[in-house]
């Protein structure tokens, strides 16, 4: 049977999102393979190393949750990372035979420090009462850079703010922060606040948490985690593809090196959930605007309320456009297909108001959560139970992970003590 492992960080309770884009894959995967799923607690380390209050308890609440979704440990085994030292000497291992230059030019890592240079800036124009509007613009980036005049003062779209970070991080020559500043002031920003947020850029310390050896080095212990285990199969989003892509790498100069052990694992691909937060932004706890399982009923509804719908629908009587709004998106995932025809030829017509729409929205939601709300409350009642699920697991991939450091240390010539 095919093995397939899986893990992820444990940054906080889990939300839709990561039930659509993850656990929803895990619950089928758990039906047809032999599957390790993992808390991988030392990633969480790799850019949120000063945190480390919280760490025990989100290990905790992530394993409630897997519980409370049906991630069952009769058929995959759960256990966390830093239980499984082998992994660490694995990683420290691999890090021998892995050119720097791979980790160097891994896309991921300049995202990530392209996504903290670009909140940096956005929070800050945010704080300075930049007015940062979130529906799309009414034309295309060069349109609108070619008629920017800086009349309109203290107010910039998201799309235009991003996509101009976007041209200045990734050129030829580095970060243009010139360029920068002068397209910002061009989109209508104060000079002076515009040069005060590049300064930081240029000078602060933004990105510095990300300056380090762990998290440069963070795939040589991901292609760790995979490759101790031997797996077949990793299921993995499009954006983690080179990832995997460096996996088979390592995996291939170590069996040229030393000795054919490791297969190349091969990525089961999955499709990232698209389910916005209720602001219409990438669903994610630092943007606050995302429903977690573990949210009751009271805060699902009032979080469906707060929801952005059809911005052009001002009143009950204007018609509306499902299409462009955050509800109807909901809908499309929570409720039955009757009655999303219903709504969107309501909508249409003005026959359905949105508070109406809204209250059919929270209902479904919260039906589909009620059963996770079921398990998790009979599980955060019996703490050894799912404590000695995740020792369970821990100790049973121990076992695999010791099998494999052996045969590993004896194809390099180790001591085995
Ligand atoms: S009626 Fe529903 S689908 Fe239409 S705009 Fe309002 S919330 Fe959105």
Not at 29 to 37: G, M, S, V
Not at 147 to 153: E, L, R
Not at 381 to 391: A, G, R
């Amino acid at each position: 049977m095919k093995k397939v492992l899986s893990g992820m960080r444990p940054t906080g309770r889990l939300h839709l999102g990561h039930y659509l884009g993850v656990i929803k894959n895990w619950l089928q995967l758990q039906e047809k393979y032999e599957c390790k799923f993992f808390i991988a607690d030392w990633h969480a380390l790799t850019n949120k190393y000063k945190e480390t209050d919280q760490l025990k308890e989100n290990v905790r609440q992530m394993i409630i949750d897997w519980l409370s979704c049906g991630i069952d440990p009769e058929k995959a085994t759960l256990f966390v990372q830093s239980g499984v030292k082998e992994h660490a000497e694995l990683a420290l291992l691999f890090s021998m035979i892995t050119p720097k230059s791979w980790l160097e030019l891994n896309p991921s890592y300049k995202d990530l420090k392209f996504n903290l240079y670009y909140q940096y800036m956005r929070d800050f124009l945010a704080g300075k009462q930049i007015k940062i509007i979130l529906t799309p613009p009414p034309e295309s980036f060069d349109q609108a850079l070619e008629k920017a005049t800086g009349k309109q003062k203290n107010k910039i779209f998201e799309e235009y703010l991003r996509e101009a970070f976007h041209r200045a991080f990734y050129n030829q020559k580095g970060i243009d922060f010139k360029w920068l500043k002068e397209t910002l002031m061009r989109f209508g920003i104060q000079k002076k606040i515009v040069e005060e947020v590049v300064r930081n850029l240029e000078e602060g310390d933004v990105g510095k948490d990300i300056d380090t050896l762990g998290f440069l080095a963070y795939p040589v212990l991901q292609a760790a985690d995979i490759l101790i285990y031997k797996a077949d199969a990793v299921p993995v989003g499009e954006d983690q593809l080179p990832h995997i892509e460096l996996t088979r790498e390592i995996a291939r100069r170590f069996n040229n090196l030393y000795d054919q052990i490791f297969p190349e694992p091969e990525a089961l691909l999955t499709e990232e959930s698209k389910l916005p937060g209720i602001d219409g932004r990438k669903m994610s706890k630092s943007y606050n605007n995302a429903i977690y399982l573990s949210d009751d009923r009271e805060t699902v509804n009032r979080k469906v309320l707060e929801m952005k719908t059809d911005p052009q629908r001002v009143r009950r009587t204007d018609p509306g456009n499902p299409d462009v709004c955050i509800v109807f998106e909901y809908h499309n995932i929570f409720t039955d297909s009757e009655t999303v025809s219903d709504i969107d030829k309501k909508c249409r017509k003005a026959e359905i108001g949105c508070v109406d729409c809204k209250k059919i929205l929270a209902e479904n939601l919260n039906s589909f959560l009620d059963p996770i709300r079921e398990r998790r409350k009979e599980i955060e009642k019996d703490i050894p139970k799912y404590e000695k699920v995740l020792q369970e697991g821990t100790e049973k991939a121990r076992a695999v992970a010791s099998e494999t450091m052996v045969e590993v240390r004896k194809a390099m010539k180790l001591w085995e003590f």
